[in-house]
């Protein structure tokens, strides 16, 4: 994957910028409003290039979508190109963010921001339940047909799932060694059960446990950190790596606020993982939610600026497809177990209500999430003008 250099920094940041402004919708829109921009209109990439692009960047952590708007950039102006391109992709829903939480979380905000909050929040564990069933398909093929490979596939979601619940911030230690355990099966299998007996992951695992408890902005960065670096699938799994300690261990938000927060980000332009932008501005202010979008953001800068050029090698590479069939499912159970930890939050009758709506929409019948959480919160504000309870 080598740079033209054809296009100037300008037109770079007028094009990305606007796609960061109208991106609502998530990475299914960015993914189409990237090939529209660089496929169709301008043709400044064949559709060979882009849908390796889009490979590419699935398979590294982190959110995939705006490495692949960082990639495309790259891929016509170099590293400015990349920084450019990137910076004016996240900007826009960065800043519209950071806005409404100033609104959202303010000491004491009117009752129809607290129903509209809540009413918003209330519908998330559907969203997240629709998140993890729409990828359910393609990481179910890609297992193979074999019952001992679906096996190890639920085996892997229910890993998840689990994880999701019961360990938060450690979630990651479950996916990598989802990921390493599958290269291993398929290492063996392949060497027809002969091999001898092998240490996969006992090194691994204690480098996230080695770190010192942090505090102030130490903790948003490596919370930050571990949402743009360690997490597997980007979106949604961004949500149990982060809610356990925004609100159980630093106890920065309420678990209505850390609602809040995911509703947010999926309502708002441009990449979801916008979300640790809030629980930044909850720890430390307008300066906390700076810090938290700027480590969150950086590996995918690096990933492309450094590895951009051996992509195609890392996509031909065996292991890294074998740890991806065996993070995936992890990384859909995660999601699906989110779920429940986030219902769990939701302290009135109305918003299951709200919820149960919000499942027959996006579950049943398969539509879009910023519909179903305005919807949500307008359903929010008029329970608020009723009178019905809100905290």
Same mark, same amino acid.
């Given at each position: ?277 809030? +629980? ?82 996006? +579950? ?28």
């Amino acid at each position: 994957m080598e740079t033209t250099g054809r296009v100037n920094l300008a037109m770079i940041a007028r094009e990305w910028g606007r796609i960061g402004i109208t991106g609502f919708g998530g990475p299914p829109a960015h993914i189409l409003l990237l090939r529209r921009l660089c496929v169709e209109r301008r043709t400044w990439l064949s559709p060979e290039e882009f849908e390796d692009g889009i490979a590419a960047t699935n398979l590294l952590p982190g959110p995939a979508s705006t490495q692949l708007a960082i990639l495309t950039a790259w891929r016509l102006r170099g590293t400015p190109g990349a920084l450019v391109g990137g910076a004016c992709f996240i900007a826009p829903g960065l800043a519209l963010i950071l806005a409404l939480a100033v609104l959202f979380l303010a000491g004491d905000p009117p009752a129809w921001v607290l129903g509209a909050a809540a009413g918003a929040g209330a519908a998330v564990p559907a969203v997240a339940v629709q998140a993890a069933t729409s990828l359910v398909p393609a990481s179910f093929g890609r297992a193979g047909r074999g019952r001992a490979a679906r096996a190890r596939w639920a085996g892997y979601a229910l890993a998840g799932a689990v994880a999701a619940v019961l360990t938060g911030p450690w979630l990651v230690l479950v996916l990598i060694t989802s990921g390493l355990a599958e290269v291993a099966v398929r290492r063996r299998e392949e060497r027809g059960g002969r091999e001898r007996r092998r240490r996969t992951a006992g090194g691994l695992l204690p480098l996230a446990t080695a770190l010192p408890a942090l505090g102030g902005l130490g903790a948003v960065a490596w919370v930050a950190f571990k949402v743009g670096a360690l997490s597997y699938g980007g979106g949604f799994v961004i949500i149990p790596l982060m809610q356990d300690d925004a609100v159980n261990r630093y106890h920065w938000m309420t678990d209505a606020q850390f609602l809040n927060a995911v509703a947010l980000g999926q309502v708002t332009p441009g990449p979801v993982v916008q979300t640790v932008a809030v +629980v930044g501005y909850a720890a430390a202010g307008i300066a906390g939610g700076l810090l938290a979008a700027a480590v969150a953001f950086a590996p995918s800068f690096l990933f492309v600026i450094i590895g951009g050029r051996h992509f195609d090698r890392l996509r031909a590479d065996r292991r890294v497809q074998d740890f991806l069939t065996g993070a995936g499912p992890a990384v859909i159970g995660a999601i699906a177990g989110s779920a429940l930890p986030l219902a769990a939050a939701l302290t009135h009758g109305w918003q299951w209500a709200v919820l149960a709506l919000a499942l027959l929409w996006l +579950v049943g019948a398969r539509r879009g999430v910023v519909p179903a959480l305005l919807a949500a919160g307008v359903a929010g504000a008029i329970a608020a003008a009723a009178g019905l309870p809100l905290a």
